[in-house]
């Protein structure tokens, strides 16, 4: 089966009405596409394979996006003194000017202690909040925990569903004060998460603990920017005060229930639930412009030529911030097999295999700074080395740009192993394998 035949052994019902084809993307509706990367297999044989739910926003614009309930959380200890106090100052001023009239905002500092220098109020009282942002000053230790717990409870003060409601830490040093391993950060952070509360990290300079935040921010669905410089702290404000303000769903529930016979192996890219043939991943928020996509890996029994076989159904309920309601989309995706080589290959989907390979690659981008970490050193450049022929191969077999960048930023990661540039390239890998897994081309 050839053309636009195979298009048939993709289903899409639900808010698609009956038609057979990807459902489009409706006004201010979330579209729901999911895509087998082969959607024809090779008859005879079992197969490991992939399926993409991807999610697609609709577009909003700043003016129209969801009121925010922000707290901006930083770092005040002794190594903030200097131009870091008088850049975050400007950051914070800036962001505030961002916002409109009608969000609430709260300043939070900390250093050995926490204090609220402008409690969560709407951000129209813009001479308050200036008032609050130029008491800031360095000296002191660093309760990051604390910090950012005391930014969460001024969220909670006017927190609703209806609400962007967002946690924006900004550290430049290691806590030391409180909580401080990745795994405490981390579990606060999905805390925060199944409440509702996105945390996004700012780590300025490289002194800043990277793991713990990148967990912090991964585990509550929040961004991650590593801002080597105070004048990357201004572009990394800028991001979060507009695209990171720009969500457009809230509470999302994906639910994947594989047909009878398929295995479900896996989700690359994000955490989920797997019972028996049932998967669900929860995704705090859906951003404007930012496809969310789900890479889920399967196991699919043989079956004879010219036979069709039923993969999964698929379901999504979210938060919808434009209309306020709550919507649910279904479809369902099935796969054929062919002993037809052409017919297998001209079926594959090309853009779910780029993902594929990212996801791939980045988990063994991950795997080279445990080594590095371990002082195995050889052997993290060797699976950098092998990451870079496959990305290249696969890039020019696919015609992918993403993949041949990423493939540039293993060669980049290679040179500086060791070394005085080994502090600043960790912290750079480590936040581009979070944009990475989180498919976050915007950050």
């Known amino acids: 089966m050839k053309g636009k035949k195979r298009n048939l052994w993709v289903l899409c019902v639900g ?13 201010e509706r979330i579209g729901l596409e999911p895509v087998m990367a082969k959607p024809v297999l090779q008859a005879g044989k079992k197969h490991l394979t992939y399926l993409q739910i991807d999610l697609r926003p609709f577009t909003i614009e700043q003016a129209n996006r969801a009121p925010a309930n922000v707290s901006i959380v930083i770092d005040r200890s002794g190594s903030m003194s200097g131009e870091k106090i008088r850049k975050a100052k400007e950051a914070a001023l800036m962001a505030v000017s961002r916002l409109r009239s009608d969000d609430i905002v709260s300043i939070v500092a900390y250093n050995s202690t926490v204090e609220v220098l402008v409690p969560a109020t709407k951000a129209s009282d813009r001479q308050t909040i200036k008032r609050g942002i130029n008491r800031l000053y360095a000296s002191g230790a660093t309760a990051l925990f604390a910090g950012v717990s005391k930014g969460a409870q001024e969220v909670r003060k006017f927190k609703s569903p209806g609400r962007v409601n967002r946690v924006v ?7 030391n004060v409180g909580p401080s391993s990745p795994a405490e950060l981390g579990a606060l952070g999905s805390a925060l998460g199944r409440e509702g509360i996105g945390v996004s990290t700012i780590g300025l300079g490289l002194d800043y603990n990277e793991d713990l935040m990148t967990q912090l921010a991964m585990k509550s669905e929040g961004n991650h920017l590593f801002a080597r410089n105070t004048s990357d702290l201004i572009r990394g404000f800028d991001m979060e005060f507009s695209v990171g303000l720009a969500v457009v769903a809230k509470d999302v529930v994906v639910e994947i229930k594989c047909a009878e016979g398929i295995r479900p192996v896996r989700v690359l890219n994000a955490d989920a639930d797997i019972v028996g043939s049932k998967v669900v991943v929860h995704l705090n928020q859906v951003y404007s412009g930012r496809n969310a996509k789900l890479l889920m890996e399967l196991e699919i029994p043989a079956a004879e030529p010219g036979s069709s076989m039923k993969i999964a159904d ?18 369902k995706v099935a796969v054929q097999f062919s002993s037809d080589r052409n017919e297998i290959l001209t079926s594959v989907n090309k853009s779910v295999m780029e993902e594929v390979y990212l996801q791939l690659a980045n988990e063994k981008y991950k795997l080279a700074v445990s080594l590095r970490d371990q002082g195995r050193i050889d052997d993290a450049r060797r699976i950098l080395s092998g990451n ?6 696969k890039g020019k ?3 992918s740009k993403r993949l041949k ?3 540039e930023d293993n060669k980049e990661s290679i040179k500086n192993l060791d070394g005085v540039k080994w502090k600043g ?9 979070q944009n990475i897994q989180q498919s976050n081309e915007a950050f």
Do not use: H, W
């Open 15 to 27: 808010l698609a009405a009956a038609a057979c084809i990807p459902a489009p993307v409706l006004a």
């Open 388 to 393: 870079v022929d496959l990305l290249n191969r």
């Open 169 to 175: 830490l900004l550290s430049d040093g290691l806590a």
């Open 397 to 399: 077999f696919y015609n």
């Open 314 to 331: 698929v379901g999504v309920s979210y938060l919808n911030m434009a209309t306020k309601t709550k919507d649910v989309l279904s479809s």
């Open 425 to 433: 390239e960790r912290k750079r890998m480590r936040d581009l394998q």
């Open 405 to 407: 960048s990423f493939a």
